[in-house]
């Protein structure tokens, strides 16, 4: 209803302008005017989809400027006459206006295209050689120069007091844009070098020669994956070998987060094989099954390892791909037999077990009683059906509405996985009513704080957690938590560092003991079946299976010693000695 209303209003303004203009209300042609550019910059905002629908059907942006240009020139001529000087200045400063548009619009185009012509982009090498322009201020650079348009504001406006005031209003607009024209020059030039990409390369490749990495963490994929990559960086900063990360797609290295590592981002595949630079390397570690791994692949003297982005029971941890691999790399022996079980290729002798380093961040305190802070952290919706183990959908809202009216009062985290929706926007729609509960949840407890604004339910002081983006990280949740609840995914195998109890969803619905079996981390958890029976034992409860998880810790993650860190660095000598 928000989304129409908004178009509605955009759209109602411009005919009410045009009946202003032509029967001339120079105050209500203000008004109408104000009313419009508010409801133009709202409604990209609050309905998009219906905005890009106008453009589709040539209603776009630069047309409903003109529409409301065209009015403003109607109110002139009918307030001044046509043979009014200032209607003439009018006239010929809109046009002007939108000349200075396009040449600031072709100038953002030009610049973006120089930076992304870069053939190689790095991070943490020195590449001051070539004086890469700093990024000018977002309003020059606006590729559809959208922000230009509303310098039309105050010819527009100016109409209502005037053709001297419209005509003053579109010189004082066509400078402003002349200005950011001028402004947006010197960094168009100091960009157009970037074009030379064998330069690009030449220069890059030298600082990475001069670094001469050892071991290479390769990544592919949507922006929304690239933490399959950032797990990895603390363990490959810690090894005693020299490691950088190599990236495929542009933009990804700043999403990468931080790190001392150097980063280069090499989009090509010619370009990337003919990368001479990382010949040094002898190992290459993947996250992820993807096709664009064959151009790393296909670099000889590499040996290649498959390490992925969390060890857990979905068929994405023992996929058929995987066989392309010199070795693959996991946490415990429970990943082993895992490719064992699925008889997918992977020979016994490549597997290697390297436990999970990144762990060791997790507090294992072991549960506390009575538990008072419950982590919800959801899987996605998957890449296909047979990947389909989230609960977000059919269980999700209930399982969070339960938590939040547990007497006595509970504390919820709820993490949704970063790639909910991707594929299935039920998925996306339960994920964002669920985050509405937690909110009206917080709101209730805010309001409980503070009598006078009226009341709120038992246990309103605690504060729940809707967690959306990298920060806190999921194992700061973890040691926040006393307990989890989750779905078949990675997520479960790292909670049982913690010792903590937890429970997996059941979303198919199958039979306990072959649930088991055919998710063997689940072994040590409480099962949840759509009916949610269990949970009031789960959240009340005695606690029965702490010695069922701590030999699933050791089953799924290896031993304690020698430490994950140690085992992982003693794969990597063991690779350069069989490379």
Known sequence: MRRLSAIALLLGCYP????????????????????????????????????????????????????????????????????????????????????????????????????????????????????????????????????????????????????????????????????????????????????????????????????????????????DAVYQARMWLSTLERIDRRAIVVLRERGMAERLGPTSLPVVCIPSSADLMGFHALGSARLCLYVANVGRNIHMLRIPGLRSAFIGHGDSDKEASFNPFSKVYDEVWVAGQGGRDRYLRAKVGVRDEDVREVGRPQLDGIAHDGPALPYRTVLYAPTWEGWTDDLFHTSLITMGQRIVRRLLDHDPALRVIYKPHPLTGHRDKAAARANKKIIQMIEAANLRAAKARHPSSGGGPRGAHIGHLIVTGAEPHLYNCFNQSDLMISDISSVVADFIASGKPYAVTNVSGQPERAFHERYPSTEAGVLLTPGLEELAGLLDGPDELAEARRKLKCYLLGPDYPDAMTRFSAAVERAFSDS
Not at 71 to 94: E, H, K, M, N
Not at 193 to 220: H, K, M, W
């Open 16 to 223: 009410a302008l045009l009946v202003a203009a032509l029967w001339p209300s120079p105050m209500a042609f203000a008004a109408i005017a104000m009313v419009s550019y508010a409801a133009e910059f709202l409604a990209p905002r609050v309905a998009r989809p219906l905005v890009d629908l106008l453009s589709k059907v040539h209603l776009g942006v630069t047309l409903r400027f003109v529409i409301r240009e065209m009015a403003a020139i109607l109110l002139v001529a009918r307030t001044t006459g046509p043979d009014s000087v200032w209607f003439i200045a009018l006239a010929c400063g809109l046009f002007a206006m939108h000349g200075v548009r396009a040449v600031q619009t072709g100038l953002a185009m030009r610049f973006r295209q120089s930076l992304n012509q870069m053939p190689v982009t790095a991070r943490n090498l020195d590449v001051s050689a070539l004086r890469i322009p700093s990024m000018p201020p977002e309003l020059l650079v606006n590729y559809r120069g959208v922000r230009f348009l509303y310098l039309d504001v105050l010819p527009v406006l100016g109409a209502a007091l005037g053709g001297f005031a419209a005509a003053m209003g579109a010189g004082l607009g066509l400078a402003l844009g002349s200005c950011g024209v001028l402004a947006l020059i010197p960094y168009v030039r100091r960009a157009a070098p970037l074009g030379n990409a064998a330069r690009v390369l030449d220069v890059v490749g030298a600082q990475v020669t001069a670094y001469a990495p050892e071991v290479i963490l390769y990544f592919s994929g949507a922006p």
